[in-house]
């Protein structure tokens, strides 16, 4: 079993940054990959990124190439979700997910996620 407990999110005005946190416990992480999702009201749930616990490789959403960045501490098995240059379009529930058998090609697929935090809630006003 995993738990996840995110972290990190707030009301900030457009242009801002936030960094969003993820800390994992339950099980070790060396085959794990990490995703941030985030919905919207009224919106499906969609892909922001996602991480390879092990190598470290990352994957982005179009809307946020070059503006977040996922990471990870290894040590502490937390992951992380920097925002910068946030947009009121960037408003919405954040949600971290894990799972250990996810293949490449179904990391933006949140139903191929065993494990998910509770969400923590990001506004972004103009």
């Known amino acids: 079993q995993v738990q996840l407990m995110e972290s990190g999110g707030g009301s900030v005005r457009a242009g801002d940054s936030l960094t969003l946190s993820c800390a994992a416990s339950?099980?070790?992480?060396?085959?794990?990959?990490m995703g941030w999702f985030r919905q919207a009201p009224g919106k499906e749930r969609e892909f922001v990124a996602a991480?390879?616990?092990?190598?470290?490789?990352?994957y982005y959403a179009d809307s946020v190439k070059g503006r977040f960045t996922i990471s990870r501490d290894s040590a502490k098995t937390t992951a992380y979700l920097q925002m910068n240059s946030l947009k009121p379009e960037d408003t919405a529930v954040y949600y971290c997910a894990a799972d250990t058998t996810i293949i490449t090609s179904q990391l933006t697929n949140p139903g191929a996620y065993d494990y998910w935090g509770q969400g923590t809630r990001v506004t972004v006003s103009s």
């Open positions: 339950g099980r070790a992480f060396g085959r794990y990959a």
């Open positions: 991480l390879r616990w092990s190598g470290g490789h990352t």
